[in-house]
């Protein structure tokens, strides 16, 4: 009898712990998304603005758009949706009724987020005090605010599906490039792209044309080759470049909300991997 009340004790604490690791980590979840720039498009470019409660505007060639209340509240927020609906939004950029959301969220990196991470993830935002702050209407020029168009753009555009680790390559490269392409999503602004809005592929990372008409510099080693690690460590934790000239707006907030966050680790990681890229030229001006 003792025998079999330790066993139902062990299957009980085991049942327990997989049910907690099923419901994600809030903590962890913070961190998640933080890597993630969560904070940056879903919070009201203001002061006093309400994190996370939406109303960030983001200019671009196809429009202006408008960062959603990513909080819990039922009617302004993501309240009424399951885990499922928040997983089927990341990984295949579909909202809960069906219809595709715009490609101005990044939702070509976060398909390439972690299962875990993005459990986490969830957690944490089901943990965030509820806003009844209303979603702001998209300003898309001409016909880049239709939906359906959108499942034509994923044809050519979209690949669901997490990234997976490069065979022969260092852990923290691996680390690093999951830093970058997924949860960092540096490609969505550091690649050109093309007419309707697809990545040039070819171009991963090369610079070109961003958010706001603002140019965004190479991250291959054509451009970071002058840097040491020191000082692109240095640059990514305060904003200061090794010229002691101090990083643009938008880029200030991305070291503020997210690289400067980063562990020591992590940070080495995404060091260790911007420099396995191959040189890539810069875009012409």
């Not at 972690?114 to 459990?119: A, G, K, M, Q, V």
């Not at 550091?190 to 990545?199: I, S, V």
Request: hydrophobic content about 40%; glycine content about 10%; overall charge positive.
């Amino acid at each position: 009898m003792i025998g079999l009340a330790l066993a139902v004790f062990a299957l009980a604490n085991s049942s327990s712990a997989a049910l907690a690791a099923a419901a994600g980590d809030p903590e962890r979840g913070e961190y998640v998304a933080r890597l993630g720039g969560c904070l940056g498009c879903h919070t009201e470019d203001k002061q006093g603005a309400i994190p996370f409660a939406g109303g960030r505007a983001l200019k671009t060639t196809f429009g202006t758009f408008f960062g959603p209340n990513i909080t819990p509240h039922p009617q302004a927020g993501i309240g009424r949706w399951t885990e499922a609906d928040f997983m089927r939004a990341m990984r295949h950029g579909t909202r809960p009724d069906g219809a595709n959301f715009l490609p101005v969220f990044p939702y070509p990196s976060f398909t390439k987020i972690t299962d875990n991470d993005l459990r986490d993830l969830w957690a944490y935002l089901r943990r965030l005090p509820q806003s009844s702050q209303a979603n702001r209407g998209h300003e898309p020029w001409l016909i880049f605010g239709w939906r359906p168009l959108v499942t034509v753009w994923k044809w050519f555009f979209f690949t669901p599906g997490p990234l997976l680790n490069v065979q022969g390559v260092s852990e923290p490269v691996n680390r690093g490039a999951y830093l970058v392409q997924a949860l960092g999503h540096c490609g969505e602004c550091h690649t050109p792209r093309n007419f309707l809005g697809g990545p040039i592929r070819s171009r991963l990372l090369a610079g070109g044309k961003g958010p706001q008409d603002k140019r965004t510099p190479n991250l291959t080693p054509t451009r970071l080759k002058h840097w040491s690690d020191e000082e692109l460590k240095r640059f990514l934790l305060t904003g200061v470049t090794p010229d002691d000239e101090e990083a643009n707006e938008l880029m200030d907030e991305v070291i503020r909300n997210t690289t400067s966050q980063l562990t020591p680790a992590d940070l080495a990681a995404m060091i260790a991997y911007l420099r396995s890229l191959p040189s890539l030229a810069d875009a012409p001006r």
